[in-house]
């Protein structure tokens, strides 16, 4: 046995006699909050996807933000190696003006990064 939906009415929920143009009111203002109800379920559901796809995004970012401090720990460190071995491994009186200074502005950048 289904039990039928019963339709809300306004007039009974207040338990009111009214007139016709009383009841077409209650009607128009009825139909009129749910319309309004139902765009603002609309509007939330959206703002909800919304929040989800900028989670999401803020996510990937985080992602890449590791990812790339990974890399840049990585490079740190192959500089820092490449300016021992060639500060150790080419003596001072054969390194050209140019080298020296690549040497110094690479450990130089190595130091600021510590900071």
Same mark, same amino acid.
């Given at each position: 046995?289904?039990?039928?939906?019963?339709?809300?009415?306004?007039?009974?929920?207040?338990?009111?006699?009214?007139?016709?143009?009383?009841?077409?009111?209650?009607?128009?203002?009825?139909?009129?909050?749910?319309?309004?109800?139902?765009?603002? #379920? #609309?509007?939330?559901?959206?703002?909800?996807?919304?929040?989800?796809?900028?989670?999401?995004?803020?996510?990937?970012?985080?992602? #890449?933000?590791?990812?790339?401090?990974?890399?840049?720990?990585?490079?740190?460190?192959?500089?820092?190696?490449?300016?021992?071995?060639?500060?150790?491994?080419?003596?001072?009186?054969?390194?050209?003006?140019?080298?020296?200074?690549?040497?110094?502005?690479?450990?130089?950048?190595?130091?600021?990064?510590? #900071?």
């Amino acid at each position: 046995m289904v039990k039928k939906k019963e339709e809300y009415s306004t007039e009974k929920a207040w338990n009111a006699t009214t007139t016709n143009s009383q009841a077409d009111m209650f009607r128009s203002l009825a139909d009129g909050l749910r319309r309004e109800n139902l765009l603002i #379920k #609309k509007m939330l559901n959206e703002k909800d996807k919304k929040l989800t796809e900028q989670e999401i995004y803020i996510e990937q970012l985080e992602k #890449k933000i590791e990812s790339l401090t990974e890399q840049n720990n990585t490079l740190k460190g192959h500089l820092d190696g490449m300016c021992t071995q060639a500060d150790e491994d080419c003596p001072t009186e054969y390194r050209t003006r140019h080298f020296e200074d690549a040497l110094f502005f690479a450990r130089d950048y190595l130091e600021e990064l510590e #900071k």
